[in-house]
């Protein structure tokens, strides 16, 4: 990420998506190169171990975060994919509802529930 309030791969606090697409996306006047994870305590690179599959080991900083999450919404990339059953099972254990979907409805859905004030967060696969 770059610009003057962020460390390297994280930025502290919420801030709506203002662009994605071309491989990043752009959120508080910075850009950022890659998929990122968005959750109460700020916006970090993320990127899953295997790319096009989604695990549990994905997701352990939005666990962490559980408290302060209600929804979590998943950008899959170009095109919406369902979500494994043990993920689902892992999300509902935690008490977040997950839905996945494309990563241009994920980031749209993300910033008119975060201007709700809503506890959202998103976990969003770059495109292209």
Do not use: K
Request: one cysteine or more.
């Amino acid at each position: 990420m770059t610009g003057a309030a962020a460390s390297p791969g994280f930025f502290p606090g919420r801030a709506p998506i203002e662009a994605y697409g071309n491989g990043g996306f752009r959120f508080a006047g910075m850009g950022h190169r890659g998929s990122i994870l968005c959750l109460p305590s700020g916006i970090r690179a993320w990127e899953p171990a295997t790319p096009g599959v989604l695990s549990e080991g994905d997701f352990v900083a939005a666990i962490a975060e559980a408290g302060g999450i209600e929804v979590l919404l998943i950008g899959t990339g170009e095109r919406p994919m369902p979500l494994a059953p043990e993920l689902r099972e892992m999300f509902r254990r935690h008490a977040i509802v997950a839905d996945a979907m494309a990563t241009g409805a994920a980031a749209r859905t993300y910033n008119v529930l975060l201007g709700e004030g809503r506890a959202v967060a998103a976990a969003m696969v770059a495109v292209p």
